[in-house]
């Protein structure tokens, strides 16, 4: 749904109530669609939040953004801010606004400036790659 942006936003700190914890990922995420990979990186951050399967934040740099367009799609989290969504031509229809980000989020969860996150529904796999450092 378009969501028109209000004068008067609620804006709610992470808390107790309503945890948020971010944290570096492990290993590399890796992000694919219609058979190629989108974005990869080894400095992913976790976000957990309450009520919410964790997401994985990559760093724009770590992005093919040469196959993202911008949407008008729009919304707001009281607890991270106002969020920007693209697309994934190439994913076709199921790739309609499978990317989100949040340009100027929140201090509290400021860290995630300059990543995306991509809707698991929406793209083929995030996979995350572990590399054992045990064998021998």
Same mark, same amino acid.
């Given at each position: 749904?378009?969501?028109?942006?209000? =004068? %008067? #936003?609620?804006? *709610?700190?992470?808390?107790?109530?309503?945890?948020?914890?971010?944290?570096? &990922?492990?290993?590399?995420?890796?992000?694919?669609?219609?058979?190629?990979?989108?974005?990869? +990186? #080894? %400095?992913?951050?976790?976000?957990?939040? #309450?009520?919410?399967?964790?997401?994985?934040?990559?760093?724009?740099?770590?992005?093919?953004?040469?196959?993202?367009?911008?949407? =008008?799609?729009?919304?707001?989290?009281?607890? *991270?801010?106002?969020?920007?969504?693209?697309?994934?031509?190439?994913?076709?229809? =199921?790739?309609?606004?499978?990317?989100?980000?949040?340009?100027?989020?929140?201090? &509290?969860?400021?860290?995630? *400036?300059?990543?995306?996150?991509?809707?698991? +529904?929406?793209?083929? &796999?995030?996979?995350?790659?572990?590399?054992?450092?045990? #064998?021998?």
């Amino acid at each position: 749904m378009y969501m028109t942006p209000t =004068k %008067r #936003k609620d804006i *709610k700190i992470p808390g107790a109530d309503h945890p948020i914890t971010i944290s570096p &990922a492990e290993g590399t995420v890796r992000v694919t669609v219609a058979g190629g990979i989108i974005a990869e +990186s #080894k %400095r992913a951050l976790r976000l957990q939040e #309450k009520g919410y399967p964790p997401v994985y934040y990559l760093p724009r740099d770590d992005a093919d953004t040469s196959l993202l367009a911008r949407t =008008k799609y729009y919304s707001y989290c009281p607890y *991270k801010g106002d969020c920007s969504y693209y697309s994934i031509p190439i994913g076709g229809v =199921k790739s309609e606004d499978a990317v989100w980000t949040y340009e100027t989020p929140y201090q &509290a969860v400021a860290s995630i *400036k300059e990543y995306l996150a991509f809707d698991s +529904s929406r793209v083929d &796999a995030i996979e995350v790659i572990l590399i054992n450092a045990d #064998k021998g």
